[in-house]
């Protein structure tokens, strides 16, 4: 899959608990030029920001296993990492009033890949 985007080699955090879905996203991401790590649920998102340096974004499923989910991951993001992104996707849950914040994007899902390229690569711009 070829997805014009990424300019600079940015790190991002996939989070999500299909691994089907997880390799998707990843290759996706990769295919743009971004490096990824991954994550299978919130609690192994929270270890990888603390232990792997410069993760730009986290791009993240709402609904997984744990006591977080993408919401409350994003909110957890946000207070201890403000420097990096949670952009949220789900076709099923939509978020609260109050999660439109600078470092926060929601991508209802389906999405096109591109779509998701393009907010990922709009919120690194930002913070450059």
Same mark, same amino acid.
């Given at each position: 899959?070829? !997805? /014009?985007?990424?300019?600079t080699c940015s790190r991002i955090l996939v989070v999500e608990d299909e691994?089907?879905? &997880?390799?998707?996203?990843? $290759?996706?991401?990769t295919d743009a030029g971004f490096e990824v790590v991954e994550a299978c649920d919130a609690d192994e998102?929270? *270890?990888?920001?603390?232990?792997?340096? $410069?993760? &730009?974004v986290v791009f993240t499923d709402v609904e997984m296993p744990g006591a977080? $989910?993408?919401?409350?991951? /994003?909110? *957890? !993001?946000e207070t201890r990492w403000p420097e990096t992104g949670g952009v949220v996707t789900s076709g099923r *849950?939509?978020?609260?009033q109050g999660f439109a914040a600078p470092a926060r994007r929601f991508v209802?899902?389906?999405?096109r890949p591109a779509q998701v390229v393009e907010v990922i690569d709009a919120f690194i711009h930002a913070r450059h």
């Amino acid at each position: 899959m070829e !997805i /014009a985007g990424a300019t600079t080699c940015s790190r991002i955090l996939v989070v999500e608990d299909e691994p089907l879905l &997880r390799l998707f996203n990843a $290759d996706m991401l990769t295919d743009a030029g971004f490096e990824v790590v991954e994550a299978c649920d919130a609690d192994e998102a929270l *270890r990888m920001l603390e232990s792997v340096s $410069d993760i &730009r974004v986290v791009f993240t499923d709402v609904e997984m296993p744990g006591a977080l $989910d993408g919401f409350a991951l /994003a909110d *957890r !993001i946000e207070t201890r990492w403000p420097e990096t992104g949670g952009v949220v996707t789900s076709g099923r *849950r939509y978020p609260h009033q109050g999660f439109a914040a600078p470092a926060r994007r929601f991508v209802p899902k389906p999405f096109r890949p591109a779509q998701v390229v393009e907010v990922i690569d709009a919120f690194i711009h930002a913070r450059h």
